[in-house]
């Protein structure tokens, strides 16, 4: 059981972790654009990392059982996918200097998404009868408003990008609007009260994915983005929501020893 | 007889209350179980005659999520709320 002390003691360690990686790559950023795109390179492996081996914890201890155990397979499939994405696109380019926006790396981060929707379903779904329709319909309302200008940006661009790249471009904000519907859903749903700040991570890593696409996609296509850009730093910062809101799980729920029957009624 | 329906009510808020937390996942059916034993030597089923156990226990695990988890509790015994002891094990662990 986590006591005060170590619930506190988890928030200053993420804060600590998100000031540590947001000012490092601010600070990379004066040394030069090969310094910083270094930096942040060889930030996301470690991060990705991370949440796959965080992943596999908290999957082994859910082992499938109700909607929670198959959320976490699911989401073990999310942190594997973006993990050899991140790690192809630093391959591409630190070792090969290569562009690595279209690269193959694209299709590990999009086969992420299908995975990131299931998990945010299969985690709702024991709470599915306090899901109204009115709050689906506010979730895909917000939703759509941030899907309608990044979808005009795509098509109304003067970027010296390729179709295929531009049309990838679009693929992702149409990924994250279907991704953000359920994950709106879930924060109204935990925050009502003053909800336990760690589990809503996870939910609150998506919104931050989505909004550092968006940023990604505007920069991208007015061609000012570069590896370091500070809109990185959100990304890298969605990796460590998520890596916090696993962590926050397994201890919650770590191994307890054998339960004695007396507790099934029948 | 009263007691035959009183035993009967509980098997219905133990079976609820499992429902619930299994249709989550085991770990946290296990985690319930454990720290009611823990902090008040008790099981599921004597949650009906102690309601504030069951309270103070998911409020624990939970922070204040709890409310969900109850809210989740509540809809499984609907259409069981109209019987007194229901409807009062029901707002006790919403406290």
């Not at chain 1, 995975?115 to 309302?141: D, E, G, M, Q």
């Not at chain 1, 609150?204 to 296509?221: C, M």
């Not at chain 2, 008790?42 to 969900?68: A, M």
Request: with cysteine; net charge neutral; glycine share 4%.
């Amino acid at each position: 059981m986590q006591s005060n002390f170590e619930r506190v003691e988890e928030q200053k360690s993420l804060f600590a972790c998100l000031i540590i990686t947001g000012l490092g790559i601010l600070v990379a950023t004066f040394l030069g654009k090969e310094m910083v795109k270094m930096v942040t390179d060889l930030t996301y492996i470690p991060v990705a990392g991370m949440l796959v081996v965080f992943s596999i914890i908290i999957s082994a201890r859910f082992r499938k059982t109700g909607n929670h155990g198959k959320a976490w397979l699911l989401f073990t499939g999310l942190a594997i996918s973006w993990f050899i994405a991140e790690t192809t696109w630093t391959i591409y380019e630190l070792v090969y200097h290569l562009n690595p926006f279209p690269s193959p790396a694209d299709a590990f981060y999009l086969i992420g998404y299908p995975f990131l929707f299931l998990f945010t379903i299969h985690y709702l779904k024991p709470f599915k009868k306090l899901i109204s329709k009115k709050l689906i319909i506010s979730a895909v309302l917000i939703t759509i408003s941030v899907l309608i200008p990044s979808l005009y940006m795509t098509i109304e661009n003067n970027s010296n990008e390729s179709k295929f790249a531009i049309i990838l471009g679009a693929i992702y904000p149409i990924e994250d609007s279907i991704v953000l519907v359920p994950a709106i859903i879930g924060i109204v749903l935990f925050f009502r009260g003053e909800v336990n700040f760690l589990w809503t991570l996870l939910l609150i890593g998506i919104l931050f994915e989505v909004i550092a696409d968006t940023g990604f996609q505007y920069f991208t296509l007015n061609n000012s983005y570069y590896t370091g850009h500070p809109v990185d730093i959100l990304f890298i910062w969605s990796y460590i929501m998520f890596s916090f809101g696993v962590y926050s799980h397994i201890k919650i729920f770590k191994k307890e020893t054998k339960i004695k029957e007396s507790n099934k009624f029948v | 007889m009263n007691f035959e329906k009183d035993q009967l009510r509980k098997a219905l808020v133990s079976l609820a209350v499992e429902k619930v937390l299994f249709d989550i996942g085991d770990p946290v059916y296990e985690k319930v179980i454990k720290q009611l034993s823990k902090d008040y030597d008790c099981y599921l089923p004597d949650c009906y005659e102690h309601p504030e156990y069951l309270n103070k226990v998911l409020k624990k695990i939970f922070g204040n999520s709890y409310v969900t988890i109850v809210q989740a509790i509540k809809k499984e015994l609907d259409e069981q709320i109209i019987e007194k002891p229901i409807e009062i094990f029901i707002s006790t662990i919403s406290e």
